[in-house]
C-alpha cells in the first residue's frame, strides 16, 4: 500500500510516512459518518456548543504541539503557527457562542397560520483541504460543519498528515462521538468514488482553480453542492496620499506571511505615479532586510516553501516574468544548500499578459504594478481572472471605501490586509470560487433552508 510522505521542507528529511487507506477503507468511513449523523442531527445547539467549548480548549492546551507540528510539515515560523492554532480556538468558541442563534428559524408572516423557515443539517460532508494552514483551513470548515448537525470526512493534503490526524484525535479527545469526523488519508486519483458516494451530500474544497474545477465537475455529474475557495492574486492599489510607511509595512507582512503562500495575501501592488518611485525603493529595503531562515527561530521573518517543487515552480514563474520583460528589483535566485527556500522577490514594471500579473505567484515574490490614475488603477486591479480579496491604502478612507466597492473581490479591505474573520463571511469570485466559509452565510451552505407552512 503507497504512503503519504510528510517531508521537512528545511531539512529534507523525511519526518514521517502514512500508510493510505484502500477505497473500501475509505468507503466504511463514509458509513460510519452517516450512521453517527443519524444520532449527531438530534443532538441540541446546546450540547454541540459544550463540545466546541472542550474542542477549544484542547487547542488552546496543545498550542505548543500543534504549532510545532504545523511548523515540521509545512514550513511555517512557530510564532505564526501558535496564531493559527490560537485561531482554530477563536472559531469553536464564536460558533459555540453564535451558532444557535445563527440558525434559529425564521417566522415569515403569511396567509398561513403559521409559517417559517428553518434550516436543518444534510449529512455527511466531504472536505478537500491545502497545506498552507493545516489546522485552520480544516477547522475553518469542519467546526460550523458540526454546529449545524453535519458529520465531516477529511481529504488532506499528503504532506501534512500529522496535523490531519492531530485534527481528528483534537475532535475525539473534546468529546465528540466518533465517526463525526475522520481523515481519509487517500491519494488525489481516488477522491471520483469518493465524491460519487452515496452519502457524500456535499464537498467543500479550498485549493487551486484546476483542483477546483476537478472536484466541482465531479460533483456536479452526481448533483452535489460544492462550496470552493480557490486561489488569488490580491490587487492593492496605493494611492497617492497613502502614508508610505505603514504602506511598505502592510506589502512587507503581505508578501512575508505564512512564506508567501497565502491565497489571500497581498500579491500586486498597483502604486499610482506620483510615489511608485519611493513606494519601490521602500519597499525593496524592507524586503531586503527581513530575515529568512529556521522558522523555529524566534528573528525569523520567513521560512522555506512547503515543499522543493513549490519552490521551483515558483521560481520558473519569475523567470518567465523577466523573459516577458519584467524588471527583477531583489531576489530571483534560489539559495545554495538545503531546504525549500526561496528569496524575497520583487518584480516591477509588470503588465497583463506577463506570468507575474496574471498567475498567482504563491511564495515570497512581490509585483509592482504603475498606474497612472486612480481609475487605471482600478481597471488594473481587476484585470484578473481571479477574485478572491483586494485592499486600498489611503489616508482618505471614504475615498478607499468607494474604490473598494468598485474592487472585483469576496474580500476587500481597507488599510489592512485582508484576513478571514468568524464575524464575517470569506470567499471569492470569479476564478477564486464560489460559496461562503464563516459566519453566518458560512453555517448555512451545508444546510436545508426549508419552508414550514401551517394552513
Request: net charge negative; glycine share 8%; aromatic share 8%.
Amino acid at each position: 500500500m503507497n504512503k503519504a510522505v510528510s517531508i521537512n521542507p528545511v531539512t529534507e528529511e523525511t519526518i514521517a510516512e502514512y500508510d493510505r487507506i484502500s477505497t473500501e477503507d475509505a468507503n466504511s468511513k463514509i458509513e460510519k459518518a452517516h450512521m453517527a449523523f443519524k444520532n449527531w442531527k438530534t443532538t441540541t445547539y446546546t450540547e454541540r456548543a459544550k463540545l466546541l467549548y472542550k474542542l477549544a480548549e484542547v487547542f488552546e492546551n496543545n498550542k505548543e504541539d500543534y504549532a510545532q507540528l504545523a511548523t515540521l510539515e509545512m514550513g511555517k515560523t512557530t510564532q505564526q503557527a501558535k496564531k493559527e492554532v490560537e485561531k482554530c480556538a477563536w472559531i469553536c468558541k464564536y460558533y459555540a457562542d453564535h451558532g444557535a442563534d445563527l440558525l434559529k428559524d425564521v417566522l415569515v408572516d403569511t396567509e398561513a397560520s403559521k409559517s417559517y423557515v428553518t434550516y436543518q443539517p444534510l449529512g455527511v460532508v466531504l472536505a478537500v483541504m491545502p497545506w498552507n494552514f493545516p489546522f485552520y483551513q480544516v477547522i475553518r470548515f469542519a467546526v460550523p460543519a458540526l454546529m449545524a448537525g453535519n458529520t465531516g470526512v477529511l481529504k488532506h493534503a499528503s504532506n501534512v498528515q500529522g496535523c490531519a490526524f492531530a485534527i481528528e484525535d483534537a475532535i475525539l479527545k473534546a468529546g465528540f462521538p466518533e465517526g463525526v469526523f475522520m481523515n481519509l488519508n487517500v491519494p488525489s486519483d481516488a477522491m471520483e468514488p469518493i465524491i460519487a458516494h452515496e452519502h457524500i451530500v456535499a464537498v467543500t474544497l479550498t485549493g487551486s482553480a484546476p483542483a477546483g474545477k476537478s472536484v466541482a465537475s465531479i460533483a456536479g455529474k452526481h448533483l452535489k453542492k460544492t462550496v470552493l475557495e480557490l486561489g488569488g492574486s490580491d490587487a492593492y492599489i496605493i494611492m497617492a496620499d497613502a502614508d508610505l510607511e505603514a504602506a511598505t509595512d502592510l506589502a512587507t507582512q503581505g508578501r512575508l506571511q505564512n512564506n508567501g503562500q497565502t491565497c489571500i495575501a497581498a500579491k500586486r501592488f498597483i502604486v499610482l505615479d506620483s510615489i511608485y518611485d519611493d513606494f519601490l525603493k521602500l519597499f525593496t529595503e524592507k524586503m531586503k532586510c527581513a530575515k529568512m531562515g529556521d522558522p523555529t527561530h524566534k528573528d525569523t521573518v520567513y521560512g522555506p516553501l512547503a515543499r522543493l517543487d513549490l519552490r521551483d515552480e515558483l521560481h520558473k514563474q519569475v523567470e518567465k516574468t523577466i523573459e516577458q520583460g519584467g524588471k527583477l528589483i531583489l531576489g530571483g535566485t534560489i539559495p545554495e544548500g538545503k531546504g525549500a527556500y526561496y528569496p524575497a522577490t520583487i518584480l516591477a514594471n509588470l503588465k497583463p499578459g506577463m506570468e507575474a500579473f496574471d498567475e498567482e505567484l504563491f511564495g515570497p515574490v512581490a509585483s509592482v504594478i504603475r498606474a497612472k490614475d486612480d481609475t487605471e488603477a482600478v481597471a488594473l486591479a481587476n484585470h484578473s481572472k481571479f477574485g478572491l480579496g483586494a485592499g486600498v491604502i489611503t489616508r482618505n478612507k471614504e475615498k478607499g471605501e468607494a474604490l473598494a466597492l468598485q474592487l472585483e473581490a469576496g474580500n476587500c479591505f481597507v488599510n489592512k490586509l485582508v484576513a478571514s474573520d468568524p464575524r464575517l463571511p470569506f470567499g471569492g469570485v470569479k476564478e477564486s470560487g464560489y460559496g461562503r466559509e464563516l459566519s453566518g452565510y458560512g453555517i448555512k451552505e451545508f444546510v436545508n433552508t426549508k419552508s414550514v407552512w401551517i394552513d
